[in-house]
């Protein structure tokens, strides 16, 4: 029976993070995660596209609190940068321009990197788009590419060295709460803590039912991504991001070729989760729709699990009806982007200490992300 003082179910991006941030307060942490590698579902498959427009209030405001650490990490964080600049154009065809011009004014609350700019611009951002398809955009040049594994890396680098121990190929079996502790059984052995703090990402709504605490209506959705071949003979490496208002589709450069999306939100059951050809096939319907882009063969496909509730805002809280059971779920795309945020948010309230003052700045209570606003 191994003890320590917050035992986190999820070695993702959540997990990670949480953990960075608990053992700064010398606390001891175990992280259990049940594949053999931490990050193997949603974290390890991420666009990894940082954007301060993006999502709603609570998570934009959760990416720009998260912005610096991003932009310029701690020595010895990471080997390489965690971030480079790319730019973003969000597009609209003559029917959807006020759809634009409301979502930059709502934007602009949080961000003043938005801003309009008509369609001959953005055509020489991405000369591919099609004229008679783009009637008007708006470009943020402040959006970046993230260096998704040496985020995460760093987290549970910054984590171990604070006496971290991370336990692969542990998936829970079962929670009993006795004594004070939960007695956690799992495949990797048996373990006793105070605090359970719950990132087990798509499979949070599964654990929290073991442990007897109320469900707060997670649902994973799948989304789909594609690697194809940009213009023969074009170097695409500096092209901007292109997404479309209504989130339909998006394709960005990505190591000489380009990542495309139908930006789909397929609701399905937690599971290592496949794409699935119906999908692909939109995606590369819509990108040929609004560019002069001819996808002929894809090269890779995958899917990842994107995991929401109902008001698509994060759960951070213990559980009312579960003592020491603590939430930490529902990041859903924004995972990566708010993770500092996030992860000190998580220590911060799962140790007693409140909200950060930082994100408490952006007027944020704890109730906002709390599980009982969902019941």
Known sequence: MRECDFLIVGAGIAGASAAYHLVKKNK????????????????GRS???????????????????????????????????LMHARGVAFIARKDQV????????????????????????????CPVLRPDYVAAAAYDDSTMDMDVNAIHQGYLRGAKKGGTEVVCDAEVLGLERRGGKWHVKTKAG????????????????VLGGMAGARKIGLQPKRRTAMIFDGPQGVDVNEWIIIGDIDEKFYFKPETGKLLGSPADETPVDPQDIQPDDEDVAIAADR???????????????????????????????????AEGFFWLAGQGGYGIQTS??????AASLADGGGLPDAVKAFNVSEADIGPKRLW
């Open 98 to 125: 006020e759809t634009l011009k409301g979502a930059v004014k709502e934007l602009s609350e949080l961000s003043k990197t938005l801003r309009m700019i008509d369609a001959k611009d953005a055509i020489r951002m």
């Open 28 to 43: 001891k942490v175990v992280i259990l995660e049940r594949e053999a590698q931490p990050g193997y579902h949603s974290t």
């Open 47 to 81: 666009a990894a596209i940082f954007t301060e427009n993006y999502g709603p209030r609570l998570m934009r405001a959760m990416t720009v609190v998260s912005g610096p650490f991003l932009k310029k990490p701690p020595e010895g964080y990471a080997d390489v940068p």
């Open 287 to 321: 990108i040929e729709k609004a560019t002069t882009l001819e996808i002929r063969r894809i090269q890779r496909k995958w899917a990842g699990l994107r995991s929401f509730v109902k008001d698509k805002c994060p759960v951070v809280g213990f559980a009312p009806d």
């Open 340 to 345: 500092y945020a996030m992860g000190m948010t």
């Open 190 to 205: 048996d373990f006793a803590t105070p605090v359970v703090i719950n990132a087990a990402g798509a499979w949070a709504d």
